[in-house]
């Protein structure tokens, strides 16, 4: 593989998939969080409004409520902010790196800097994964043990 393949086909590519997933991921989080307390906010005031008859307004609160912890369950379950400033640490850390190497500075201004270049994304991608993985076999370790309540 040479240099502009390499570019091409892994530098780009896995910037643009970590911008990707963490703009993704950010405007999950912020759409959750703002649901989450607008409906958390309507709680007091609408149970302000109830009267002894009004059963309906009752199972509203309920409903609300029970909306309000699934969001809240489901930011922290699925680590959408995490997620979301984790991928964009790497995709800056990934476009750092390529930039140093373009226009030759740093540890790249000396010598045949290509490998020393393509050593430092993997380790950068790797170093993600890495985390990932452990994050997988402890979240599967996790619910293998509440299976077992």
């Known amino acids: 593989m040479n240099e502009q393949e390499y570019f091409d086909e ?10 990707k997933k963490g703009s993704s991921n950010k405007k999950m989080f912020l759409r959750l969080k703002v649901s989450e307390t607008i409906l958390a906010l309507l709680i007091p005031l ?3 409004y109830i ?9 509203a609160v ?6 309000v912890a699934v969001l809240a369950n ?13 991928y964009r ?5 990934l476009k750092h790196e390529k930039y140093l190497y373009v226009t030759k500075a740093g540890i790249y201004k000396d010598g045949d800097a290509f490998p020393v270049f393509v050593e430092r994304i993997e380790g950068c991608i790797s170093k993600e994964n890495a985390q990932w993985t452990t994050y997988i076999k402890y979240k599967k370790e996790d619910f293998q043990a509440a299976e077992k309540i």
């Open 51 to 59: 009267a002894e008859d009004m059963i309906w307004l009752k199972v």
């Open 46 to 48: 609408l149970v302000g």
């Open 10 to 19: 892994r530098v780009n590519d896995q910037i643009n998939w970590y911008e």
């Open 89 to 93: 640490a790497v995709a800056e850390s």
């Open 62 to 67: 309920g409903l609300t409520a029970v909306i």
């Open 74 to 86: 489901t930011i922290t379950l699925f680590k959408f902010q995490e997620n979301w400033v984790e």
